[in-house]
């Protein structure tokens, strides 16, 4: 099976400048995000990027990087325009891989990947249970309710599904944490930068709410390992130096 990663790269970052370039335990953030991609199988990773600086580096560390145009307002509006530039047929699958995610498990790529090609599905994304209450009731981590055939029915910041006698039993009724991966078939990843900003999406800053509200269908793979930190914070960027080795 064959499938594309694509890691979208911004220099800028409004808490940690020149993120995908930190150093951690040796080597560029960002290098540590492309080595995940290699492990998972994909038979092509690129870093998506509008920084020279990230370009340079990418490539240096043997992976393709493309520059792409710096005013892109999401991740995935700058795959769309890598898609555009390779040119890859409609039934490409592309996971879209978040830049400062260094702990992913290379075997969720490959799920997310492998999964869609058995079953047809043109969107996917994945999640995990819930650990614990904080985590549930913090508006950082994005919540998804799913169907009985696992797609997807809301995703919110709120805590949903929500048992009204106690917010504690809502973590063994249904409660998943979103895991900010994705993957699209080429032909619907066109599609869907063709769409409108929606309202939900708008209110919720969740861009796979505008898949929802235009009636398409966002398969959701569960996942059972250990959960991936990403990098937002600078407290976040030393408990992934203390995981992988760094003074």
């Given at each position: 099976m064959t499938f594309k990663v694509v890691i979208p790269s911004r220099y800028n970052s409004t808490r940690l400048a020149g993120k995908p370039l930190i150093e951690i335990a040796g080597l560029p953030m960002v290098i540590h995000v492309a080595r995940k991609a290699r492990l998972s199988g994909a038979d092509e990773v690129v870093v998506a990027t509008d920084d020279e600086r990230i370009f340079n580096c990418v490539e240096e560390f043997g992976f393709r990087s493309i520059l792409t145009d710096p005013n892109h307002f999401s991740g995935t509006d700058r795959i769309n325009e890598v898609l555009h530039q390779t040119g890859w047929d409609d039934e490409t699958i592309i996971v879209n891989l978040q830049g400062d995610e260094p702990l992913m498990d290379p075997l969720l790529i490959n799920q997310v990947a492998n999964g869609m090609r058995?079953?047809?599905?043109?969107?996917?994304?994945?999640?995990?249970?819930?650990?614990?209450?904080?985590?549930?009731v913090s508006p950082n981590n994005v919540k998804v309710v799913l169907g009985v055939d696992d797609y997807a029915l809301y995703f919110s910041r709120s805590m949903i599904p929500y048992d009204k006698s106690r917010a504690e039993d809502s973590l063994g009724q249904g409660a998943f944490q979103h895991i900010g991966i994705y993957g699209y078939t080429a032909k619907f990843l066109k599609l869907f930068c063709s769409l409108p900003k929606s309202n939900l999406e708008n209110i919720e800053g969740l861009e796979q709410l505008r898949a929802i509200e235009n009636h398409h269908k966002i398969k959701?793979?569960?996942?059972?390992?250990?959960?991936?930190?990403?990098?937002?914070?600078?407290?976040?960027?030393?408990?992934?130096?203390?995981?992988?080795g760094s003074d």
């Open positions: 058995e079953l047809g599905v043109e969107y996917a994304t994945a999640a995990s249970a819930f650990r614990n209450l904080d985590d549930f959701v793979f569960r996942y059972e390992g250990s959960y991936s930190i990403g990098v937002d914070t600078q407290e976040d960027l030393e408990k992934i130096k203390k995981i992988l």
